[in-house]
């Protein structure tokens, strides 16, 4: 089955910076990469997804990158802020499969 | 508002007990999903449901079980309790396979 890897697992940047968080799949046929945030207590929550027919997607101060030859994502926030605050997952499906693949999560700290 | 909704929030439960999983939702989303989140791990499918009447196994389904008899409903049972199966629940839905999901806001479960 697929295989995520997640890097780093903790991330402390200074506010205004820009964070920067990896993930890696072995399985080709993946093509679907969602990207979540959670929050202490609360279920992951949906912040950006991009699909590999796509290179790059924005949304405001979040952005995803696709290399599919390389078979790497990344997820890039700039202009951070504290409630930028959380854990971010990167995970990986087949659009018409039933399952992602996650990886093992970045705790991001914004310091003030 | 629309979402999805988790009982309990927590539970501490003896080995070897029964314990059923509540999860709810009013979106009408087709797929329904059960995962268990550990520290290190990441986020695991137990089982999925991609339209009522039907269920598949994930990657880590043994010990427990699901139903999904209508839509909005999609109950986990754990038919006999063992301390591995402590970890936080998560629910979740999505309008179709390969989607981005909506996350529930988890139970938190301690076998003892």
């Known amino acids: 089955g697929e295989n995520v890897e997640q890097h780093p697992s903790t991330l402390s940047v200074q506010e205004g910076d820009s964070a920067v968080i990896k993930c890696t799949y072995s399985?080709?046929?993946?093509?679907?990469f969602p990207w979540y945030k959670q929050e202490l207590g609360k279920g992951p929550q949906l912040i950006i997804d991009i699909r590999s027919n796509v290179g790059e997607k924005k949304d405001q101060r979040i952005a995803v990158t696709l290399n599919k030859t390389a078979k790497h994502f990344s997820l890039h926030i700039t202009e951070t802020q504290p409630e930028d605050s959380a854990v971010y997952f990167c995970?990986?499906?087949?659009?018409?499969?039933?399952?992602?693949?996650f990886g093992t999560g970045t705790s991001l700290t914004v310091i003030p | 508002i629309a979402g999805i909704t988790q009982a309990p929030t927590s539970q501490i439960l003896a080995a070897g007990r029964r314990m059923t999983l509540r999860c709810t939702q009013d979106?009408?989303?087709?797929?329904m999903y059960w995962y268990r989140q550990d520290l290190g791990l990441g986020l695991r499918l137990i089982h999925y449901s991609n339209t009522a009447g039907t269920t598949g196994k994930g990657e880590v389904p043994d010990g427990y079980s699901v139903s999904r008899a209508n839509t909005d409903d999609f109950p986990l049972t754990l038919a006999s309790a063992v301390p591995s199966q402590t970890s936080v629940y998560f629910c979740a839905s999505s309008p179709g396979t390969g989607i981005g999901y909506t996350f529930g806001s988890g139970t938190r479960l301690t076998v003892v």
């Open positions: 995970a990986a499906s087949i659009f018409t499969g039933n399952q992602f693949y």
């Open positions: 979106m009408r989303h087709n797929a």
């Open positions: 399985d080709s046929a993946s093509n679907y």
